[in-house]
């Protein structure tokens, strides 16, 4: 069951709408290294996780990634809830506007609609956690490339945040993936799937 | 202890219920003085329930642990293991 804090994990305000800069910023909300998908991912792995811990851990980063969906939507909104209809024209944001005007909705920046094929729920601890490990430096990659694309500082700062967070993540994760080995046969990891296999 | 246990967590299940409900209805009725009364007493009465089991059993938020020398956050089951 969750609650609803009405706070964002971190602050936003922007001052000067940039259709250009919401149009790479949404694919962190609906793209294929999101923040949806991340949510979806850990949401949808922890139920067969058989480690209580690792559970915790995909339950809570689970929960921040919902945070950071609200901060890249809120981010979105308030680069474009300004814009003139020229600006919406001159900065080629015509093709989203026609579709959803300045409403939020998860898309790639490029446009293909959110898709679950987009994160793996594998039913495998060792293979779900290397999963979420690669999909926590595709997040980090992506935040790099929206920060060589974008100039204001009101907006990289809240980048640099998020990015910052798929670090931290990156690393719980890896702690994750040591307590899962721990328990496993160290002469094989793979000799059977703790989530499904019940030789412990 | 066990049955003790599952009574006071069923009636925290509960009583949030309510809450949750009442918010709804709140949320369109925000001037409902006897919605408005409900809704502070079961939220009185959810607080009280809340503090009790955390104490005794564990937390249900991970900002209401109950801080000693570990974390008991990611100890006893999650819900979806089918044993709260």
């Known amino acids: 069951m969750w609650t609803y804090e009405k706070m964002l994990q971190f602050p936003i305000k922007i001052s000067k709408p940039d259709a250009k800069a919401a149009k790479v910023i949404m694919t962190q909300f609906g793209g294929p290294d999101g923040e949806l998908g991340a949510a979806m991912r850990y949401l949808s792995q922890r139920y067969s996780m058989p480690y209580r811990k690792v559970a915790g851990v995909l339950t809570d980063i689970g929960t921040e990634e919902l ?3 609200e901060m890249v939507s809120t981010l979105v909104w308030q680069l474009t809830r300004n814009l003139s209809v020229d600006q919406i024209k001159a900065e080629g944001y015509d093709t989203y506007f026609v579709d959803h005007t300045v409403g939020i909705w998860p898309q790639a920046a490029g446009g293909m609609p959110f898709s679950s094929a987009t ?22 990659t992506t935040y790099d ?6 100039d204001n500082p009101e907006v990289k700062d809240v980048i640099r945040f998020l990015r910052e967070r798929e670090i931290v993540h990156f690393q719980r994760f890896g702690e994750a993936l040591g307590i899962v080995q721990d328990d496993l046969n160290c002469k094989n990891f793979y000799a059977f799937n703790p989530e499904f296999d019940r030789k412990r | 202890m066990a049955d003790n246990k599952s009574r006071l967590f069923a009636e925290l299940q509960q009583v949030s219920f309510v809450l949750e409900d009442l918010n709804l209805y709140l949320d369109t009725h925000p001037e409902d003085a006897s919605a408005l009364r409900y809704y502070k007493h079961y939220q009185q009465l959810r607080q009280q329930l809340l503090e009790q089991y955390t104490m ?3 937390p ?5 642990v109950n801080i000693k020398n570990t974390w008991t956050w990611v100890e006893g089951p999650w819900p979806w293991e089918g044993e709260m």
């Open chain 1, 119 to 140: 994160f793996a729920s594998k039913g495998d601890a060792l293979t779900d956690l290397f999963e979420d490990m690669a999909a926590e430096q595709k997040a980090r």
């Open chain 1, 67 to 69: 945070g950071h969906m």
């Open chain 2, 56 to 58: 005794e059993f564990g």
């Open chain 1, 145 to 150: 490339n929206i920060l060589r694309l974008v």
């Open chain 2, 60 to 64: 249900i938020t991970a900002d209401n």
